[in-house]
């Protein structure tokens, strides 16, 4: 079993892998990068809570360390201080200087990392009794400290009573981000249609609102007047393609703004009857509500998510056939790839021959969740086929993905998917980054491109201009938000030039598999070997 012994000042910012085995006694919960940086206070709470789900359920004491991470809305350069602990108590009683200096502790950074994590998917909070035991758990170990319950109670006596509707409303950054997988911004106008609805039946004459963007709040104080109330807080009316935290960074505020973000919280959690759009903060009010609610609506509407051209190989067109890899189509292989980076609506541009060949080896792709659809097609007609599909992507990013070249091995999944989340620009994955010219026969790569590209498609269609691929990178690259990289540590991108190639790729597919043992696509191995092997 692995152990780490050391002192509270040793050993405080090192970190552990989630996949370590350990005997430790104390799971100590942080934070990663990722989620510091592109998530808000509410995730943060929730993805803590996940953390000492998981220490409880595997007989580990939690405790909470959001000193460490460096949350980014605070300055920590005259003060180190935990966080967690300005408004909260430890799950159990345990402060961070015992569990460091004992010998048994284990650092989790990424709760999700571990084997049967239980994220929050809002889809399973759109009805508040679905959160059941999960609720009073939250409730048993999120505690609020006793001065700062103090400050709730006095607040909500002066805010709300039992006729009031509480009302969550997102904007500003989650608006303009529209990050990957994450819940729908829902408009302003179907919340009004929400609210009026409950307002009209005569149990609520009140609402008390939470919302961080000023333009919402202006627009529910015209409409509702005096029957609205809010909390004083800091509100924005732009902060441009970067969360709300990032936007704050390093601020002198960023306790008094966490505090009355979490005050509004805590008294969204008193109102009987509650409408909330799709956002942490709505979970964490959901976790708190101890009462029976009267009324409650989450207004889910589905997840951002990107949309992805997968262009189908030169070779099979010209066979009329599909070319198989170790009895695997060669089309698994780029879906695979695009399921790692978490596409979930793929549409395979390729002939209509070769659709009715596909459809029937994809059903478990399709089995997955995976939407897939068709366009008559091929690389060569990249362009044309977002100039005649516009209206399926427009407001999304997009993903274009060349089946000609396999984009081969687990890292690379995982790191286009870390970049999908949330950026800004246009993001090229390829086998030599050097290579992106005009030259069409070496633009093949990976191209993610954010919600600009509907846009950039539309000006050729109002203009009735021709135009390619590279002038879709050309516009970015004039906007200096055009990164292009090479594949990550343990991928490889193997061009399938002819049937030599292809039958070179299956024999060592099919050695790798039945006499190594190791999965095709999960092993950094595999990718090095075909670096030795297949010579480009």
Known sequence: MSKIVGAYSEWRNDTISARVETD???????????????????????????????????????????????LPQYSYESDRRNIWEVFFEQPCGIGLKEAYESEDYWIVDDVLAIKGSKDFLLKDYVDFYKAGDRREQFRKYVRFRKDFLNRIDCAAKRMIDDHTLGVLIRGTDYKNLKPMHHPKCIQLDEMFCAIDEYLDNGKCDKIFVATEDQKILSAMQKKYGRRLSCLESPRYEQVGKESINLHRAGGADGEYRDQQYLLTLAILARCPSLVLAPCGGSVVATMLHENTIREYKMCFDGYYSHRAYLFGSKLEIEKRDLIYLNERPLIYYSLNTL??????????????????????????????????????????????????????????????FYEDHIFYGSYLGKEMNQKAKQF?????????????????????????????????????????????????????????????????????????????????????????????????GDAVRTAETLQKVVKE
């Open 424 to 520: 800004d620009g246009a993001y090229v994955w390829k086998k030599r980054a050097g290579e992106l010219t005009k030259d069409s026969g070496l633009l093949a790569g990976c191209y993610l491109f954010d919600q600009e590209i509907g846009s950039v498609v539309e000006q050729y269609i109002d203009s009735d201009r021709e135009f390619e691929l590279h002038d879709i990178l050309d516009h970015y690259r004039s906007k200096r938000k055009l990164i292009c990289t090479d594949l990550p540590r343990g991928a490889i991108c193997v061009q399938l030039r002819d049937e030599r190639t292809v039958g070179i790729i299956s024999e060592i597919f099919a050695l790798l598999e039945e006499e190594s043992g190791w999965t095709i």
């Open 24 to 70: 430790k006694k104390y799971m100590i919960l942080r934070m990663g990068t990722s989620l510091v940086t592109t998530a808000g206070l509410g995730w943060y709470i929730l993805h803590t809570f996940i953390g000492i789900e998981i220490a409880l359920e595997n007989a580990y004491i939690p405790v909470v360390d959001w000193e460490s991470c460096k």
């Open 339 to 400: 399921f790692l980076m978490k596409m979930t609506d793929i549409t395979i541009v390729t002939s209509m021959a070769l659709r009715e060949k596909m459809e029937p080896v994809l059903e478990d792709f399709r089995h997955k969740g995976v939407n897939i659809r068709y366009m008559e097609g091929n690389e060569n007609d990249i362009c044309s086929v977002l100039k005649a599909d516009i209206s399926h992507f427009y407001d999304e990013a997009v993903c274009l």
